[in-house]
């Protein structure tokens, strides 16, 4: 999403603030029921979970819940259905479903793990189902081929279980090995204009960074897919970062409208923003795998401390919270504050005039400090690649399990020859 400077300030001033949601003993009831399980179980549990979701209130702009706040809205003015979702999540979780992804385009970074990477933990120790799609197929958006995308499938792998994602709990699957997720995109396509497509803004941004002479049809019709990913196991919760808001505006309006011209199918999902929806890079813009400006999560400390080094920041010696006006030093004291669960204007009172070597030791401490053990973990379950491979394996098998079940409910809402085989 192109992020003028008003836009990153306001993002930029989220209150730091973390959801501690309260673990009740029917989520640990839900828990160890999911993890003695068998998958077979769980894929018909799943169905019925499906079949039951609630739909989400039939508002036609996306309103984020935001994680931060778990009793107000993203949008202050409203006090409505999104306050109710949030309570329901605790209160039901076994009524949620939750997908969310990541591109196989390079490891995970920081602006994953404090933008949603975080919140789909959190999201899966309070009872709710996971669904993770290592999102293959649109790896080729902005480029011809795709590199290594096996071995970056499970590098996503390695860095979720890492952050605490639990492959009993969660089911992992790549785009590629699910044909009935993909085969809903064909009708999804027709829900929605060229025009519609054209104006998404998260589009134009990726279309500009990549550089390219011409834009693929996949490029422009990528939020399509990515409803498909979402509604093929009718997830209503989709944890995001703030760019992905645009795509979750067209997921909406192609389940609201083939509810509309077909029968109730599908819910519509919402988006689940963290305290941190858009954490900045090193270049100041946007955390990007793809862009050359991230600190990966899985980084030593040396690295880590290079990166920071690395930073743009500007002549001024004071450190000061200015998003608008220094985004370079405010992504740095906001990746501080984020690590040390203070304000950004804490840590800029810290560091004072000690200019900015100071601050980026802080930060370098922060960060490695923070992350020690995710790295720890990380390293250890990186020594069993099989290990990674399975758990794919054995999402896959789910996904296509929940796939060819919506499939069939779309082809007999549709009326097509095939539902009546
Ligand atoms: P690429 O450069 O290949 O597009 P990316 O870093 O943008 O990679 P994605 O795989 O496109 O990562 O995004 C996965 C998820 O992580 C999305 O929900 C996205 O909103 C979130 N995310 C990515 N970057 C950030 C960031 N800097 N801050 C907060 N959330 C982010
Ligand atoms: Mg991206």
Redesign the pocket.
């Known amino acids: 999403m192109t992020t003028g400077p008003s836009v990153r300030a306001a993002l930029l001033r989220f209150p730091q603030r973390s959801w501690t949601a309260a673990r009740c003993g029917r989520c640990h009831h839900l828990q160890e029921q999911t993890m003695t399980s068998s998958r077979t179980a769980r894929t018909t549990e799943s169905v019925r979970a499906a079949e039951s979701v609630r739909t989400v209130a039939p508002a036609h702009t996306v309103r984020a819940v935001r994680t931060a706040d778990p009793v107000r809205t993203a949008d202050p003015g409203d006090t409505g259905d999104r306050v109710s979702t949030i309570d329901t999540v605790r209160r039901h979780p076994e009524r949620h479903r939750v997908l969310?992804?990541?591109?196989p385009?390079?490891p995970l970074?920081l602006?994953?793990y404090?933008?949603?990477l975080q919140n789909r933990v959190r999201l899966q120790d309070l009872g709710v189902e996971l669904f993770l799609v290592v999102?293959d197929y649109q790896v080729l958006t902005d480029r011809d081929r795709a590199d290594r995308p096996a071995d970056y499938a499970e590098d996503l792998v390695l860095d979720y279980l890492a952050a605490g994602i639990d492959p009993q709990r969660a089911t992992v699957f790549t785009h590629s090995a699910v044909p009935a997720l993909n085969q809903l995109m064909l009708p999804f396509l027709s829900l929605v204009s060229v025009a519609e497509l054209g104006r998404n803004p998260t589009v134009k941004d990726?279309i500009a960074h990549a550089g390219r002479a011409t834009v693929s049809g996949l490029m422009f019709t990528y939020p399509v897919h990515q409803a498909a990913d979402i509604l093929f196991c009718k997830a209503d919760l989709v944890p995001?970062?703030?760019?992905?808001l645009p795509h979750l505006e067209t997921a909406r309006t192609v389940a609201r409208r083939f509810n509309e011209r077909y029968g109730q199918v599908f819910p519509e999902p919402a988006p689940l923003l963290s305290a941190?929806?858009?954490?900045?890079?090193t270049d100041g813009g946007?955390?990007?795998?793809?862009?050359g400006n991230?600190i990966p999560l899985g980084a030593d400390e040396d690295r880590t401390a290079r990166l920071v080094r690395s930073a743009t920041t500007d002549a001024d010696r004071h450190i000061t919270y200015d998003p608008q006006h220094r985004p370079g030093v405010a992504g740095l004291l906001q990746l501080a504050a984020l690590c040390q669960d203070r304000t950004p204007e804490e840590v800029a009172d810290e560091i004072g005039s000690g200019g900015a070597a100071a601050l980026k030791r802080l930060v370098t401490e922060a960060v490695n400090e923070y992350f020690r053990p995710v790295r720890r973990r990380r390293s250890e379950l990186a020594r069993d690649r099989g290990h990674l491979r399975k758990i794919l394996a054995a999402g896959n098998e789910h996904a296509n399990a929940v796939a060819d079940t919506t499939l069939r409910e779309v082809r007999t809402a549709m009326g097509t020859v095939t539902a009546a085989a």
């Open positions: 969310t992804g990541d591109r385009t390079g970074h602006g994953h404090f933008g949603t999102a990726e995001v970062g703030q760019d992905q941190s929806p858009l954490l900045l890079g946007k955390m990007s795998k793809s862009r991230a």
